[in-house]
């Protein structure tokens, strides 16, 4: 089965930056988008960035553009998001997600859309 471990997160000051990994295992072959998603304290869990199978296409939530980037390495398994200028707003556990449905070069995030998710990474800026 799917497995996704995410890792990098940490507690830093507002204007720093974290780089988030997710690995992932088990049968990938017929995977489709992954995503990031985070969860505050007494919210829905909101999709940030999003990354075709193909790695062709991104999607960013409006939050996210500018300061975060998603990427893919599909020799290594590895999904990574990468943040800077960080604001307290983004205090959230931070979620990888796989999608195994869709088009191969469909990017989404919407959370219904994934199936594989891994148990988070909890990022904090004060």
């Known amino acids: 089965q799917v497995q996704l471990v995410e890792s990098g997160g940490g507690s830093v000051q507002a204007g720093g930056s974290l780089n988030l990994s997710c690995s992932v295992s088990?049968?990938?072959?017929?995977?489709?988008?992954m995503a990031w998603f985070r969860q505050a304290p007494g919210k829905g869990r909101e999709g940030i960035a999003s990354i075709s199978r193909s790695s062709s296409r991104i999607q960013y939530s409006d939050s996210a553009k500018g300061r975060f980037t998603i990427s893919h390495d599909s020799t290594e398994n590895t999904l990574y998001l990468q943040m800077e200028t960080l604001k307290p707003e983004d205090t959230a556990m931070y979620y990888c997600?796989?999608?195994?449905?869709?088009?191969?070069?469909?990017?989404?995030?919407?959370?219904?859309?994934?199936?594989?998710w891994g148990q988070g990474t909890q990022v904090t800026v004060s």
């Open positions: 997600a796989a999608r195994f449905s869709g088009d191969y070069y469909d990017t989404s995030l919407q959370h219904s859309d994934y199936r594989y």
């Open positions: 088990g049968q990938t072959d017929r995977s489709r988008a």
